[in-house]
């Protein structure tokens, strides 16, 4: 129970900074000395990638903007589950819901100050930051469960998690509206720039500051001696704790990150459309984003980003299919949709069996082949 | 009184067909140490070939048998030209294979039978014969329960009386040393999912006559259920699947019939965490839980 | 490390802030271009369908009869000489699907309107957007009356009698046919549901007992033997095709006799019998309700035409009520675009609907004014005798608030030449 206040703190403190988590990571924190330059380094990234995308935006068209939007929602979920999943070895079912519990606190924030008539910019912040701390919660409580379970079984309960949304919210109709679900004010670009600036572009943009702020924070994270921590209880619990690591601990704390990510995702996934409901967030979605993070590459945030790309990539492949190829129209009702499904599953299959890293892996093992002189890339 | 037997006994005709689709998640994970992921889709497949086969004919019991013998062949070309070749770097690989699969087996079914309801008729009568004034089971019921129970008295004298099921737990459970001991463990790992794959593919025709009717998602439902019982008896134990699955069925009955269909979901999460919270390992493992 | 964030912020904000500037001429030339979707060959109009996933089963079929009516159309020189071209979009009935699918219809394929969108939870999720976007949203398929909300949903428009309106019919029968009998009412755990007990409630007062079902959850034998043990002799159910067959499966296999009065969205004795198979005799007496011409009438003009068309561009799909529905709302629309003039724009379209005055397959009017957005006003029985579903009794017509029932004598109309509007 000891982890309960400060981890749950820290959720709601994270995006001013990694430091008050770390100050709770089992052990002491290391010397700030090499890790500065690695914050430097991720933070130019960050810059570099956030500037680029921003330019894109502005050349991009409504939809197309708000594809990037998602990706960028997506990449704030997938990045925090690669880390659970990839370098904590704990296999979660559940983050759908966990994006529902984040999307649910944006969505019930925003009207409770709608309905009193308060207006103003804080409000979608504040709400996102509630996403995150009530989603951070919801992992904690999972995360308590979870570190007793291990591999399938930890599966089946997440599982179980996964399926909830539609019940809670038809069970408390009163507050989430049943299957209808929530509205709420859709978020509009601020006057100054402009009574023409593309709304969609403005959204891309809040995405994308969501995504950059998650990514670094979590590059950091995973750089540090909790990231270390993580690594080791995941090769081998046994060596972990004699080697002085909370192994239960290490998982809750892991869990609760995971959560955070998931619910600040939600919760811009929400903001996106100014809508929630139970509907969209079916058990799918969840083995949807580990289908995402495993193809990308199990346990690089390189990988949570094409997992992000090819969970929008998914969403929109069966209009595209649908467009790309006019058959006659008997074979094409059946093919309609049906045939974006089985290329996909087609895709997934090809790309576990001809690389089983996933793309990033994939991608990796080629640059290193290029440059066979350099020595292999990091770790 | 009246209500609680009659929740009773649709619980427990429910629970057989649980039953014997968790009994297939457990042959798989006995045999390979994957939960297999695509088994719902798989047994969907199946059972499209046994009803066509079943109206080709015109005889229930063909189409049945062809069911079975298409499992055999799914289960063992799913192992042999896919399975045995995801790489074993990382365990999950093999989960999100079989979650492609799912994908393309549903739309390929999609694709050639169309995504509608097709009409799945039962061998037995389904009206229910009272007891005391109470609807109790049907005579397809106890078709289903009975059936379940042949397969699991089936597969335990397969397993503890047969040469070639004392190979296939060998090279489960200790494939190096089988291997020495001159054990085909690759053969055994394919005639493992076939096995598997066929309960699967009589579970899918058990199951398919009690809901909605055939349609490419006619099994997943019943698989996140099944999944839920193999875990609750413990995935490494046969009977635990079988007792999971019934009182899985019997959970939400009782949970549908007094507290309302929404609530399902919640109820299975609380008995999942009851039950888990304290045996890790399910109600049936033998292996000492892991202390954390 | 809070000020290295702020400076990320700032950095970040400040070159977004620049390079917004020359964007802006671009999005003020886009918001003065007038009439997305309209050309002067073509008018391209667009929706969102089950076609895969668990509701795609009978309504996937409802999309491909509309596109056939447009071909129909089409081949005899379009509305107005410009062609209609149907974007049929899968969204898996899956909202966030709808979310994006209907985005990019409006935003990206520029469609003149949408039609017949399909589902409450899904296109409920696309109202602010497309009220935002002003674009026609034109007969959602579904008798939620969240469609008929012009003061807050100005362009959109419900189509099929809403579900208080049929409840509120059907329970009339009932109360003349059975009285003094226990009626109870079984209904999905949602609008559809809730919405149809109103109406029923409505005229019956409260009714003697009441279930629900949830789509994933399949187990409804326990919801039927409480309206078994509840001694229902009536049990108005207000469920989708496959519930209602499961429901009523249950019913026999439990020896629960009572009449079944069911509404037209779960009802279509084609989709109903074949889901059943061999057991379709348990649908033998069932009451159900409908406002289009039945699919069985082979005398019925409308239902000739229907068949034509049908046999030349759709005939890959079984012939029943969900075709019907696709034809009937067709034709409708090319009444709707006709009204709106030869140079057809969004605000004229809405208008055109607004005035209403459309008659064609229905057998009741609209009811579309300037206040009301809902469709059709009223039903008629069914029955199923000897394997055929067919009409009774005469039409009714109400709204969904506490107007009386009352009987519509008028004549349903004839169908123009080829089955395409004029006017």
Same mark, same amino acid.
């Given at each position: 129970?000891?982890?309960?206040?400060?981890?749950?703190?820290?959720?709601?403190?994270?995006?001013?900074?990694?430091?008050?988590?770390?100050?709770?990571?089992?052990?002491?924190?290391?010397?700030?000395?090499?890790?500065?330059?690695?914050?430097?380094?991720?933070?130019?990234?960050?810059?570099?990638?956030?500037?680029?995308?921003? $330019?894109?935006?502005?050349? $991009?068209?409504?939809?197309?903007?708000?594809?990037?939007?998602?990706?960028?929602?997506?990449?704030?979920?997938?990045?925090?589950?690669?880390?659970?999943?990839?370098?904590?070895?704990?296999?979660?079912?559940?983050?759908?819901?966990?994006?529902?519990?984040?999307?649910?606190?944006?969505?019930?924030?925003?009207?409770?100050?709608?309905?009193?008539?308060?207006?103003?910019?804080?409000?979608?912040?504040?709400?996102?930051?509630?996403?995150?701390?009530?989603?951070?919660?919801?992992?904690?409580?999972?995360?308590?469960?979870?570190?007793?379970?291990?591999?399938?079984?930890?599966?089946?309960?997440?599982?179980?998690?996964?399926?909830?949304?539609?019940?809670?919210?038809?069970?408390?109709?009163?507050?989430?509206?049943?299957?209808?679900?929530?509205?709420?004010?859709?978020?509009?670009?601020?006057?100054?720039?402009?009574?023409?600036?593309?709304?969609?572009?403005?959204?891309?943009?809040?995405?994308?500051?969501?995504?950059?702020?998650?990514?670094?924070?979590?590059?950091?994270?995973?750089?540090?001696?909790?990231?270390?921590?993580?690594?080791?209880?995941?090769?081998?619990?046994?060596?972990?704790?004699?080697?002085?690591?909370?192994?239960?601990?290490?998982?809750?704390?892991?869990?609760?990150?995971?959560?955070?990510?998931?619910?600040?995702?939600?919760?811009?996934?929400?903001?996106?459309?100014?809508?929630?409901?139970?509907?969209?967030?079916?058990?799918?979605?969840?083995?949807?984003?580990?289908?995402?993070?495993?193809?990308?590459?199990?346990?690089?945030?390189?990988?949570?980003?094409?997992?992000?790309?090819?969970?929008?990539?998914?969403?929109?492949?069966?209009?595209?299919?649908?467009?790309?190829?006019?058959?006659?129209?008997?074979?094409?009702?059946?093919?309609?949709?049906?045939?974006?499904?089985?290329?996909?599953?087609?895709?997934?299959?090809?790309?576990?069996?001809?690389?089983?890293?996933?793309?990033?892996?994939?991608?990796?093992?080629?640059?290193?082949?290029?440059?066979?002189?350099?020595?292999?890339?990091?770790? | 009184?009246?209500?609680?037997?009659?929740?009773?006994?649709?619980? /427990?005709?429910?629970?057989?067909?649980?039953?014997?689709?968790?009994?297939?998640?457990?042959?798989?994970?006995?045999?390979?140490?994957?939960?297999?992921?695509?088994?719902?889709?798989?047994?969907?497949?199946?059972?499209?070939?046994?009803?066509?086969?079943?109206?080709?004919?015109?005889?229930?019991?063909?189409?049945?048998?062809?069911?079975?013998?298409?499992?055999?062949?799914?289960?063992?070309?799913?192992?042999?030209?896919?399975?045995?070749?995801?790489?074993?770097?990382?365990?999950?690989?093999?989960?999100?294979?079989?979650?492609?699969?799912?994908?393309?087996?549903?739309?390929?079914?999609?694709?050639?039978?169309?995504?509608?309801?097709?009409?799945?008729?039962?061998?037995?009568?389904?009206?229910?014969?009272?007891?005391?004034?109470?609807?109790?089971?049907?005579?397809?019921?106890?078709?289903? /329960?009975?059936?379940? /129970?042949?397969?699991?008295?089936?597969?335990?004298?397969?397993?503890?009386?047969?040469?070639?099921? $004392?190979?296939?737990?060998?090279?489960?459970?200790?494939?190096?040393?089988?291997?020495?001991?001159?054990?085909?463990?690759?053969?055994?790992?394919?005639?493992?999912?076939?096995?598997?794959?066929?309960?699967?593919?009589?579970?899918?025709?058990?199951?398919?006559?009690?809901?909605?009717?055939?349609?490419?998602?006619?099994?997943?439902?019943?698989?996140?259920?099944?999944?839920?019982?193999?875990?609750?008896?413990?995935?490494?134990?046969?009977?635990?699947?079988?007792?999971?699955?019934?009182?899985?069925? /019997?959970?939400?009955?009782?949970?549908?019939?007094?507290?309302?269909?929404?609530?399902?979901?919640?109820?299975?999460?609380?008995?999942?965490?009851?039950?888990?919270?304290?045996?890790?390992?399910?109600?049936?493992?033998?292996?000492?839980?892991?202390?954390? | 490390?809070?000020?290295?964030?702020?400076?990320?912020?700032?950095?970040?904000?400040?070159?977004?802030?620049?390079?917004?500037?020359?964007?802006?001429?671009?999005?003020?030339?886009?918001?003065?271009?007038?009439?997305?979707?309209?050309?002067?060959?073509?008018?391209?109009?667009?929706?969102?369908?089950?076609?895969?996933?668990?509701?795609?089963?009978?309504?996937?079929?409802?999309?491909?009869?509309?596109?056939?009516?447009?071909?129909?159309?089409?081949?005899?020189?379009?509305?107005?000489?410009?062609?209609?071209?149907?974007?049929?979009?899968?969204?898996?009935?899956?909202?966030?699907?709808?979310?994006?699918?209907?985005?990019?219809?409006?935003?990206?394929?520029?469609?003149?309107?949408?039609?017949?969108?399909?589902?409450?939870?899904?296109?409920?999720?696309?109202?602010?957007?497309?009220?935002?976007?002003?674009?026609?949203?034109?007969?959602?398929?579904?008798?939620?009356?969240?469609?008929?909300?012009?003061?807050?949903?100005?362009?959109?428009?419900?189509?099929?009698?809403?579900?208080?309106?049929?409840?509120?019919?059907?329970?009339?029968?009932?109360?003349?046919?059975?009285?003094?009998?226990?009626?109870?009412?079984?209904?999905?755990?949602?609008?559809?549901?809730?919405?149809?007990?109103?109406?029923?409630?409505?005229?019956?007062?409260?009714?003697?007992?009441?279930?629900?079902?949830?789509?994933?959850?399949?187990?409804?034998?326990?919801?039927?033997?409480?309206?078994?043990?509840?001694?229902?002799?009536?049990?108005?159910?207000?469920?989708?095709?496959?519930?209602?067959?499961?429901?009523?499966?249950?019913?026999?296999?439990?020896?629960?006799?009572?009449?079944?009065?069911?509404?037209?969205?779960?009802?279509?004795?084609?989709?109903?019998?074949?889901?059943?198979?061999?057991?379709?005799?348990?649908?033998?007496?069932?009451?159900?309700?409908?406002?289009?011409?039945?699919?069985?009438?082979?005398?019925?003009?409308?239902?000739?035409?229907?068949?034509?068309?049908?046999?030349?561009?759709?005939?890959?799909?079984?012939?029943?009520?969900?075709?019907?529905?696709?034809?009937?709302?067709?034709?409708?629309?090319?009444?709707?675009?006709?009204?709106?003039?030869?140079?057809?724009?969004?605000?004229?379209?809405?208008?055109?609907?607004?005035?209403?005055?459309?008659?064609?397959?229905?057998?009741?009017?609209?009811?579309?004014?300037?206040?009301?957005?809902?469709?059709?006003?009223?039903?008629?029985?069914?029955?199923?005798?000897?394997?055929?579903?067919?009409?009774?009794?005469?039409?009714?017509?109400?709204?969904?608030?506490?107007?009386?029932?009352?009987?519509?004598?008028?004549?349903?109309?004839?169908?123009?030449?080829?089955?395409?509007?004029?006017?």
């Amino acid at each position: 129970m000891t982890a309960t206040r400060p981890s749950a703190r820290s959720g709601v403190d994270r995006p001013a900074g990694p430091s008050p988590l770390r100050r709770l990571l089992p052990g002491a924190p290391a010397a700030a000395g090499p890790r500065g330059s690695t914050l430097l380094r991720h933070l130019a990234g960050a810059v570099l990638a956030g500037t680029l995308v921003v $330019l894109l935006t502005n050349q $991009l068209a409504p939809y197309q903007n708000l594809q990037v939007a998602r990706v960028c929602a997506f990449l704030c979920v997938t990045a925090g589950y690669t880390v659970l999943v990839g370098l904590n070895g704990q296999l979660s079912l559940g983050h759908g819901a966990l994006m529902a519990t984040g999307a649910y606190t944006v969505a019930l924030v925003q009207r409770a100050f709608d309905e009193r008539g308060v207006q103003g910019r804080w409000i979608l912040p504040l709400s996102l930051l509630a996403a995150l701390a009530a989603t951070a919660l919801a992992g904690l409580v999972i995360g308590l469960a979870a570190a007793r379970l291990r591999g399938p079984y930890l599966a089946g309960v997440t599982l179980a998690v996964a399926t909830l949304v539609p019940a809670i919210s038809t069970i408390f109709t009163g507050v989430f509206n049943g299957e209808q679900g929530l509205r709420f004010p859709a978020e509009t670009p601020p006057a100054v720039l402009g009574a023409y600036f593309q709304p969609e572009r403005w959204l891309a943009w809040i995405a994308l500051l969501a995504a950059l702020l998650t990514v670094l924070l979590l590059a950091n994270l995973v750089r540090s001696r909790f990231g270390r921590s993580l690594r080791a209880v995941r090769d081998d619990e046994v060596a972990a704790r004699l080697a002085g690591i909370h192994v239960a601990r290490t998982q809750v704390l892991a869990f609760v990150v995971s959560a955070g990510c998931a619910g600040l995702g939600g919760g811009v996934y929400a903001v996106l459309t100014a809508t929630v409901a139970p509907g969209k967030f079916p058990l799918e979605l969840s083995l949807f984003l580990l289908m995402a993070i495993v193809i990308g590459g199990l346990g690089s945030l390189a990988g949570a980003v094409w997992g992000a790309v090819l969970l929008v990539a998914l969403q929109d492949l069966p209009s595209l299919l649908t467009e790309t190829f006019s058959l006659p129209s008997g074979l094409a009702q059946r093919l309609e949709g049906n045939l974006a499904l089985a290329v996909f599953g087609l895709i997934l299959i090809v790309v576990m069996l001809a690389a089983p890293g996933g793309l990033h892996g994939a991608a990796r093992t080629l640059v290193a082949r290029l440059r066979t002189r350099r020595r292999a890339p990091e770790h | 009184m009246d209500r609680f037997l009659f929740l009773t006994f649709g619980g /427990l005709s429910t629970g057989a067909v649980y039953a014997a689709f968790a009994l297939a998640l457990v042959l798989i994970w006995r045999a390979a140490r994957v939960v297999n992921f695509a088994q719902g889709a798989m047994a969907v497949a199946t059972a499209y070939v046994g009803y066509a086969v079943a109206s080709a004919t015109g005889s229930y019991w063909v189409g049945l048998g062809a069911a079975v013998l298409a499992g055999l062949l799914l289960g063992a070309l799913v192992e042999r030209v896919l399975m045995r070749f995801v790489g074993h770097a990382n365990p999950l690989n093999e989960v999100i294979v079989a979650l492609g699969l799912v994908l393309l087996i549903q739309a390929v079914l999609g694709m050639v039978f169309g995504n509608g309801y097709r009409p799945a008729a039962a061998p037995f009568d389904t009206d229910a014969l009272t007891l005391g004034g109470v609807a109790a089971l049907s005579p397809y019921d106890l078709w289903v /329960l009975g059936a379940v /129970l042949v397969v699991v008295v089936l597969l335990a004298l397969l397993f503890t009386r047969t040469p070639i099921g $004392l190979r296939m737990r060998a090279a489960a459970f200790a494939p190096e040393v089988s291997r020495l001991l001159g054990v085909d463990v690759s053969r055994m790992l394919t005639l493992g999912w076939a096995l598997a794959a066929a309960v699967g593919a009589l579970a899918g025709m058990l199951v398919v006559p009690t809901g909605l009717g055939l349609h490419p998602h006619a099994m997943d439902l019943v698989f996140v259920v099944a999944f839920t019982a193999a875990v609750v008896g413990g995935l490494d134990s046969p009977a635990g699947a079988v007792v999971g699955g019934l009182l899985v069925g /019997l959970i939400l009955s009782y949970v549908t019939g007094y507290l309302g269909p929404d609530t399902t979901p919640l109820a299975v999460l609380v008995l999942l965490l009851a039950v888990l919270l304290v045996r890790p390992g399910g109600l049936f493992s033998s292996a000492r839980a892991r202390h954390v | 490390m809070r000020p290295t964030t702020r400076r990320i912020l700032a950095a970040a904000t400040g070159l977004a802030l620049l390079a917004a500037v020359p964007a802006c001429a671009d999005d003020a030339k886009q918001a003065a271009e007038n009439v997305p979707g309209v050309t002067d060959t073509e008018i391209v109009i667009g929706t969102h369908q089950p076609l895969t996933g668990p509701a795609a089963p009978g309504y996937s079929k409802i999309s491909a009869a509309t596109k056939a009516y447009f071909e129909h159309v089409n081949s005899k020189g379009g509305v107005n000489g410009r062609k209609i071209v149907y974007k049929v979009m899968d969204d898996g009935y899956n909202p966030a699907n709808t979310e994006n699918v209907v985005r990019k219809l409006v935003l990206d394929d520029k469609v003149f309107a949408l039609l017949g969108g399909l589902g409450t939870p899904t296109h409920t999720n696309v109202l602010e957007f497309v009220k935002t976007q002003k674009v026609p949203d034109l007969f959602v398929s579904s008798g939620s009356r969240n469609w008929n909300q012009p003061d807050k949903y100005p362009t959109t428009f419900g189509w099929q009698p809403d579900y208080t309106v049929e409840g509120k019919i059907l329970a009339t029968w009932v109360k003349q046919q059975f009285p003094g009998a226990k009626v109870c009412h079984f209904g999905q755990n949602d609008d559809f549901g809730r919405d149809s007990l109103a109406g029923v409630e409505k005229v019956l007062g409260a009714v003697a007992a009441k279930q629900t079902y949830t789509t994933t959850n399949q187990q409804v034998g326990p919801a039927i033997g409480a309206l078994k043990a509840a001694g229902c002799q009536v049990v108005i159910s207000a469920s989708i095709p496959g519930f209602t067959a499961l429901a009523m499966g249950q019913a026999a296999g439990q020896g629960f006799r009572a009449q079944w009065v069911v509404s037209n969205v779960g009802a279509d004795y084609t989709t109903l019998s074949n889901q059943l198979g061999d057991k379709k005799v348990i649908l033998e007496g069932m009451v159900a309700d409908n406002y289009l011409p039945m699919v069985g009438d082979t005398a019925n003009p409308w239902i000739q035409e229907f068949t034509k068309i049908h046999q030349k561009y759709n005939a890959a799909n079984p012939i029943d009520g969900n075709a019907i529905y696709g034809y009937s709302m067709a034709y409708t629309f090319v009444q709707a675009l006709l009204a709106a003039g030869k140079d057809p724009t969004r605000e004229k379209l809405v208008e055109a609907v607004q005035k209403g005055g459309f008659r064609g397959p229905g057998l009741t009017p609209f009811r579309y004014s300037a206040d009301v957005h809902a469709g059709y006003s009223g039903v008629r029985l069914n029955k199923v005798q000897n394997g055929a579903q067919a009409y009774f009794g005469p039409t009714y017509t109400t709204d969904d608030g506490d107007a009386a029932v009352t009987e519509f004598t008028e004549a349903p109309a004839t169908p123009p030449a080829d089955a395409i509007p004029t006017t």
